[in-house]
């Protein structure tokens, strides 16, 4: 199960408050030094729509063009106050394959990887079909042992800043991130959206 607090930045001014101060902090999550990822995010369904109709998120997300690729499973996310769970679960794949199945979302059904055969057979899923996707920019910062990301994402209608931290203590980091945050003149809400 992911457990995250998610807080949505108001303006480019907020986010750029936001990764300024956890750039000038030392970086304390096991030795981490502050990243920044451009990913490219690709979203499937069955073709009977067997995974939307359970609230399911297939997901392929690419980092750095073709660093990284990770497939996701996610599964009835709940957002509420700031604190987004829902269950999940991730494998990395070759980047190569896994512009493979976007060009060809039915190669997926016959894949070795775990994740995807995993869904396929538990959700009976005939065939696949790619929905759409978008781009954004995340800087990833070490912070009190935890990993903070900061998400800029352009949408065709605007642009969307979010903050995400992933922990087994939400209510506790909430408060201490919402403390920081204010203390930075950073404006924030709750996300409402997953």
């Given at each position: 199960?992911?457990?995250?607090v ?19 902090r ?33 997901r ?12 996701t ?6 957002l ?20 493979t199945?976007?060009?060809n ?11 995807l ?23 990833v910062f ?7 990301e ?45």
């Amino acid at each position: 199960m992911e457990v995250e607090v998610k807080l949505r930045l108001r303006s480019q001014d907020d986010h750029a408050k936001a990764c300024k101060y956890f750039c000038s902090r030392k970086q304390d999550a096991v030795g981490q030094e502050a990243r920044k990822y451009f990913q490219e995010n690709c979203f499937f369904d069955g073709t009977e729509k067997e995974l939307s109709s359970k609230r399911v998120v297939l997901r392929v997300r690419f980092y750095n063009m073709n660093e990284k690729c990770v497939v996701t499973v996610k599964g009835k996310a709940v957002l509420k106050n700031g604190v987004g769970k829902a269950s999940e679960v991730e494998e990395e794949i070759d980047p190569i394959l896994g512009r493979t199945f976007v060009e060809n979302p039915q190669l997926m059904l016959e894949s070795e990887v775990g994740v995807l055969r995993d869904t396929v057979t538990k959700f009976g899923v005939k065939g696949l079909t790619y929905l759409g996707g978008f781009k954004n920019v995340r800087d990833v910062f070490g912070w009190n042992g935890l990993q903070v990301e900061i998400d800029e994402t352009k949408y065709d209608w605007g642009t969307v800043y979010e903050l995400e931290c992933e922990t087994s203590e939400p209510e506790k980091i909430k408060q201490d991130l919402e403390c920081l945050l204010k203390e930075q003149g950073v404006n924030y809400e709750y996300s409402k959206v997953t």
